[in-house]
Protein backbone atom coordinates (compact mmCIF):
# COMPACT_ATOMS: atom_id res chain seq x y z
CA UNK A 1 0.00 0.00 0.00
CA UNK A 2 1.29 3.62 -0.97
CA UNK A 3 1.25 6.02 2.13
CA UNK A 4 2.62 9.28 1.93
CA UNK A 5 3.34 10.95 5.45
CA UNK A 6 2.86 14.23 4.05
CA UNK A 7 -0.93 13.88 3.75
CA UNK A 8 -1.72 12.12 7.61
CA UNK A 9 -1.25 15.55 8.39
CA UNK A 10 1.37 14.87 10.70
CA UNK A 11 4.63 16.44 10.95
CA UNK A 12 8.24 14.94 11.28
CA UNK A 13 8.96 17.94 13.99
CA UNK A 14 8.15 17.24 17.63
CA UNK A 15 8.58 19.49 19.71
CA UNK A 16 9.92 18.74 23.38
CA UNK A 17 7.23 19.85 26.87
CA UNK A 18 8.26 23.29 28.07
CA UNK A 19 8.77 22.20 30.84
CA UNK A 20 11.55 20.20 29.73
CA UNK A 21 13.08 23.22 27.25
CA UNK A 22 13.57 24.76 30.08
CA UNK A 23 16.02 22.67 32.61
CA UNK A 24 17.58 21.51 28.86
CA UNK A 25 18.91 24.60 28.40
CA UNK A 26 19.87 25.89 31.79
CA UNK A 27 22.24 22.75 32.07
CA UNK A 28 23.40 22.23 28.15
CA UNK A 29 23.85 26.72 28.09
CA UNK A 30 26.10 26.18 31.47
CA UNK A 31 28.07 23.14 29.81
CA UNK A 32 28.62 25.37 26.75
CA UNK A 33 30.21 28.23 29.18
CA UNK A 34 32.41 26.12 30.75
CA UNK A 35 33.18 25.25 27.36
CA UNK A 36 33.42 28.47 25.83
CA UNK A 37 36.06 30.14 28.68
CA UNK A 38 38.27 27.08 27.85
CA UNK A 39 38.23 27.46 24.44
CA UNK A 40 38.87 30.89 24.87
CA UNK A 41 42.36 30.09 26.64
CA UNK A 42 43.32 28.95 23.66
CA UNK A 43 42.90 32.03 21.96
CA UNK A 44 44.09 34.78 24.39
CA UNK A 45 46.88 32.34 26.39
CA UNK A 46 50.21 31.87 24.57
CA UNK A 47 51.00 28.66 23.36
CA UNK A 48 54.78 28.21 22.54
CA UNK A 49 54.39 24.69 21.07
CA UNK A 50 51.82 25.56 18.54
CA UNK A 51 51.31 29.50 18.40
CA UNK A 52 49.74 28.99 15.14
CA UNK A 53 47.04 26.30 15.74
CA UNK A 54 45.71 26.84 18.90
CA UNK A 55 44.38 30.27 18.22
CA UNK A 56 42.85 28.86 15.31
CA UNK A 57 41.12 25.69 17.06
CA UNK A 58 40.12 28.21 19.79
CA UNK A 59 38.58 30.98 17.18
CA UNK A 60 36.54 27.45 15.91
CA UNK A 61 35.59 26.47 19.18
CA UNK A 62 34.23 29.68 20.12
CA UNK A 63 32.10 29.72 17.00
CA UNK A 64 31.01 26.90 18.00
CA UNK A 65 30.03 27.37 21.64
CA UNK A 66 28.58 30.79 20.57
CA UNK A 67 26.06 28.56 18.42
CA UNK A 68 25.53 26.12 21.11
CA UNK A 69 24.65 29.05 23.26
CA UNK A 70 21.98 30.32 20.41
CA UNK A 71 20.16 27.44 20.82
CA UNK A 72 19.91 27.21 24.44
CA UNK A 73 18.58 30.95 24.55
CA UNK A 74 16.11 29.89 21.98
CA UNK A 75 15.10 26.83 24.33
CA UNK A 76 14.80 29.01 27.37
CA UNK A 77 12.84 31.54 25.75
CA UNK A 78 10.82 29.43 23.35
CA UNK A 79 11.36 30.96 20.55
CA UNK A 80 10.98 29.31 17.18
CA UNK A 81 13.51 29.62 14.43
CA UNK A 82 11.22 31.27 12.29
CA UNK A 83 12.15 35.18 12.05
CA UNK A 84 15.14 34.46 13.89
CA UNK A 85 16.20 35.23 16.93
CA UNK A 86 16.78 38.72 16.58
CA UNK A 87 14.30 41.58 15.70
CA UNK A 88 14.58 43.97 12.61
CA UNK A 89 15.31 47.29 15.24
CA UNK A 90 18.43 45.13 17.03
CA UNK A 91 19.89 43.83 13.89
CA UNK A 92 20.23 47.63 12.79
CA UNK A 93 21.71 48.77 16.67
CA UNK A 94 24.31 45.88 15.79
CA UNK A 95 25.00 46.60 12.16
CA UNK A 96 26.05 50.15 13.58
CA UNK A 97 27.91 48.86 16.31
CA UNK A 98 30.31 47.13 13.56
CA UNK A 99 30.32 50.28 11.65
CA UNK A 100 31.58 52.11 14.79
CA UNK A 101 34.42 49.74 15.70
CA UNK A 102 36.81 51.03 12.97
CA UNK A 103 35.92 54.18 13.99
CA UNK A 104 37.21 54.02 17.16
CA UNK A 105 39.82 52.34 15.88
CA UNK A 106 41.17 55.65 13.80
CA UNK A 107 41.10 57.29 17.55
CA UNK A 108 42.76 54.45 19.78
CA UNK A 109 46.02 54.48 17.43
CA UNK A 110 45.02 50.39 16.24
CA UNK A 111 45.72 51.89 12.71
CA UNK A 112 49.18 52.80 13.10
CA UNK A 113 50.14 50.12 15.34
CA UNK A 114 48.73 46.95 13.47
CA UNK A 115 48.10 48.83 9.75
CA UNK A 116 47.34 45.74 7.16
CA UNK A 117 45.39 44.28 10.12
CA UNK A 118 42.89 47.15 10.88
CA UNK A 119 42.17 47.74 6.63
CA UNK A 120 40.98 44.08 6.58
CA UNK A 121 39.37 43.84 9.43
CA UNK A 122 37.95 47.03 8.20
CA UNK A 123 36.38 46.03 4.83
CA UNK A 124 35.06 42.97 7.00
CA UNK A 125 33.18 45.53 9.61
CA UNK A 126 32.16 47.35 6.99
CA UNK A 127 30.60 44.33 5.25
CA UNK A 128 28.53 42.99 8.35
CA UNK A 129 27.01 46.48 8.56
CA UNK A 130 26.05 46.21 4.89
CA UNK A 131 24.76 42.94 5.35
CA UNK A 132 23.04 42.96 8.96
CA UNK A 133 21.00 45.56 7.35
CA UNK A 134 20.14 44.54 4.30
CA UNK A 135 18.72 41.04 6.94
CA UNK A 136 17.20 43.62 9.09
CA UNK A 137 15.39 45.33 6.05
CA UNK A 138 14.65 41.31 4.98
CA UNK A 139 12.93 40.55 8.10
CA UNK A 140 11.01 43.87 8.14
CA UNK A 141 9.21 43.17 4.93
CA UNK A 142 8.63 39.74 6.26
CA UNK A 143 6.61 40.82 9.13
CA UNK A 144 8.88 38.77 11.20
Known sequence: MNHDPTSTGVSGDTELPRWLQVPLGVVLGLFTLLCLVGSSTLIFSPNAKSPVLAPVLGVVWVIGCVWVLEKCLRLLTGRKSKGGLMSPTSLRFLAWFFLLLPIVGLFTGYF?????????????????????RELAGARQRNGA
Request: cysteine-free; overall charge neutral; charged content about 0%.
Open 112 to 132: VSHTLQAIIQTVAYVGIFFGL
